[in-house]
């Protein structure tokens, strides 16, 4: 599986972005994905998945709880992160990730393919 994410910009803060990973390779209908994110000089960290493995539901960072969506298009091969209500503290570089059978969904080294990162800046 190759990823490819994109979508990303510079918003106002309380505005909106939808980014988007692109699938390539094998159908995602069995994997496991998930949007983490990292901002400079912090670690990367977990943001929403979409839980393929235990019935197609979906995980959140308390942080993004509410305001964040992801979603998975199975045919068209896509991921998808709709952010609402941005603030300053969500700009970092998005990385979408996939992988079946993942046991811990918030955690990176459970994935085993990446797309490379897209930059959110949300402006104050």
């Known amino acids: 599986v190759q990823l490819q994410a994109s979508g990303g910009g510079v918003v106002e803060d309380g505005g909106s972005l939808r980014l988007s990973c692109a699938a390539s390779?094998?159908?995602?209908?069995?994997?496991?994905v998930a949007w983490f994110r990292q901002a400079p000089g912090k670690d990367r960290e977990f943001v929403a998945a979409?839980?393929?493995?235990?019935?197609?539901?979906?995980h959140y960072a308390d942080s993004v709880k509410g305001r964040f969506t992801i979603s998975k298009d199975n045919d068209k091969k896509m991921v998808y992160l709709q952010m609402n209500r941005l603030k300053s503290n969500d700009t970092a570089v998005y990385y979408c990730?996939?992988?079946?059978?993942?046991?811990?969904?918030?955690?990176?080294?459970?994935?085993?393919?990446w797309g490379r990162g897209t930059q959110v800046t949300v402006s104050s």
């Open positions: 990730a996939a992988d079946s059978m993942v046991d811990e969904v918030d955690v990176a080294d459970e994935y085993y393919y």
């Open positions: 390779g094998p159908t995602l209908s069995y994997y496991d």
């Open positions: 979409h839980d393929t493995t235990r019935g197609e539901i979906t």
